[in-house]
């Protein structure tokens, strides 16, 4: 499901961006937000647990690092991952790391025993946080030249840079719709905007259609045409939603409304600024899963997270 492709619009013409969202295998030690390690943190997010009272949208786009462009490397989940990580200490603290996205991808290849440019999945990124830390991005910069990844990507880290790493242990990552438990779509849906709505983003995956740019919208992903199936699958942030937000698959004239908004890894050419649209309807057919959040308690007692935030 890893592919790389090119663009049609919306970026440089012809410009070859990568993906890198591998679909989940289950696991069935997957944390949810009623896991007693997760209970207390989420009870002082203060979250309107029903979803009743939820505002029409939600955009936290002004606590996000400036968007990364992944290059031509499947590093998606690595960018998803330390974006969020940055988000956090963003809105918490006023200050952030460079994290490097080229460590976190090497050390969850490892954890996945993987080799090469394999792509991953978005638990192995956030475990890879959590067990190794995260180095800042000048001992091991993603590009040397501004234009193509650094040589040395796929370079075992030495023992200095798993030292320079920042620790990250305190952190918990959970699960909005966990592979053996029984998912409402609808109410994954709902858990995702109620987090949101408290200033918690979250990361996910969605599967790629060839109508993905035919839309009348920058950077929104059009629902697929009946006739097509699914090419790649990339993984992204979610830091946003509008439930006014209509996208029109320009290719098949298929409308929705309601739609998550993403930062992706494509670079500012891409989209509105490198943020896009997903419609709701990704999630609630599928199209759009894996979501995941992640929680520490020293964000938290900063009061800067919770509804009406």
Same mark, same amino acid.
């Given at each position: @499901?890893?592919?790389?492709?090119?663009?049609?619009k919306?970026? &440089?013409? +012809?410009?070859?961006?990568?993906?890198?969202?591998?679909?989940?295998?289950?696991?069935?030690?997957?944390?949810?937000?009623?896991?007693?390690? @997760?209970?207390?943190?989420v009870?002082?997010?203060?979250?309107?647990?029903?979803?009743?009272?939820?505002?029409?949208?939600?955009?936290?786009?002004?606590? =996000?690092?400036? %968007? $990364?462009?992944?290059?031509?490397?499947?590093? =998606?989940? !690595?960018?998803?991952?330390?974006?969020?990580? /940055?988000?956090?200490?963003?809105?918490?603290?006023?200050?952030?790391?460079?994290?490097?996205?080229?460590?976190?991808?090497?050390?969850?290849? &490892?954890? @996945?025993?993987? /080799?090469?440019?394999?792509? +991953?999945?978005?638990?192995?990124? @956030?475990?890879a946080?959590?067990?190794?830390?995260?180095?800042?991005?000048?001992?091991?910069?993603?590009?040397?030249?501004?234009?193509? %990844?650094?040589?040395?990507?796929?370079?075992?880290?030495?023992?200095?840079?798993?030292?320079?790493? &920042?620790? #990250?242990?305190?952190?918990?990552?959970?699960c909005?719709?966990?592979l053996?438990? &029984?998912?409402?779509?609808?109410?994954?849906?709902?858990?995702?905007?109620?987090?949101?709505?408290?200033?918690?983003?979250?990361?996910?995956?969605?599967?790629?259609?060839?109508?993905? /740019?035919?839309?009348?919208?920058?950077?929104?992903?059009?629902?697929?045409?009946?006739? /097509?199936?699914? $090419?790649?699958?990339?993984? %992204?942030?979610?830091?946003?939603?509008?439930?006014?937000? %209509?996208?029109?698959?320009?290719? =098949?004239?298929k409308?929705?409304?309601?739609?998550?908004?993403?930062?992706?890894?494509?670079?500012?050419?891409? +989209?509105?600024?490198? #943020?896009?649209?997903?419609?709701?309807?990704?999630?609630l057919?599928?199209? !759009?899963?894996?979501?995941?959040?992640?929680?520490?308690?020293?964000?938290?007692?900063?009061?800067?997270?919770?509804?009406?935030?």
């Amino acid at each position: @499901m890893y592919r790389k492709r090119r663009f049609k619009k919306g970026g &440089k013409e +012809g410009a070859i961006v990568s993906t890198g969202w591998l679909p989940p295998l289950p696991d069935m030690r997957d944390y949810s937000e009623d896991h007693p390690k @997760m209970v207390d943190l989420v009870e002082k997010l203060d979250i309107d647990k029903d979803g009743t009272g939820l505002p029409k949208k939600a955009d936290l786009r002004q606590w =996000c690092t400036p %968007v $990364e462009d992944q290059l031509d490397l499947g590093s =998606c989940i !690595a960018n998803a991952a330390v974006g969020t990580l /940055e988000y956090f200490q963003n809105r918490a603290f006023g200050v952030h790391i460079e994290g490097s996205r080229l460590f976190v991808y090497k050390t969850a290849r &490892k954890l @996945m025993q993987a /080799e090469g440019d394999s792509g +991953g999945w978005i638990r192995t990124a @956030m475990g890879a946080m959590v067990l190794f830390g995260v180095p800042d991005e000048k001992y091991f910069p993603y590009t040397l030249d501004g234009k193509t %990844v650094n040589p040395d990507w796929d370079t075992e880290p030495d023992s200095f840079l798993y030292a320079m790493a &920042k620790n #990250y242990a305190t952190i918990n990552y959970f699960c909005h719709d966990p592979l053996g438990k &029984k998912n409402n779509e609808k109410q994954v849906l709902k858990n995702v905007k109620k987090y949101l709505a408290a200033g918690i983003p979250s990361m996910f995956g969605f599967y790629g259609f060839g109508s993905f /740019e035919d839309s009348d919208v920058p950077g929104a992903i059009p629902y697929p045409c009946e006739d /097509e199936s699914a $090419e790649w699958g990339h993984a %992204v942030m979610a830091v946003g939603y509008d439930d006014g937000k %209509v996208i029109t698959n320009t290719r =098949c004239g298929k409308q929705t409304k309601g739609a998550i908004l993403i930062r992706s890894s494509w670079g500012k050419a891409w +989209g509105d600024d490198g #943020y896009g649209w997903i419609p709701y309807d990704y999630v609630l057919d599928r199209l !759009a899963l894996d979501f995941w959040s992640i929680l520490a308690a020293e964000w938290v007692d900063t009061q800067q997270f919770g509804f009406d935030k």
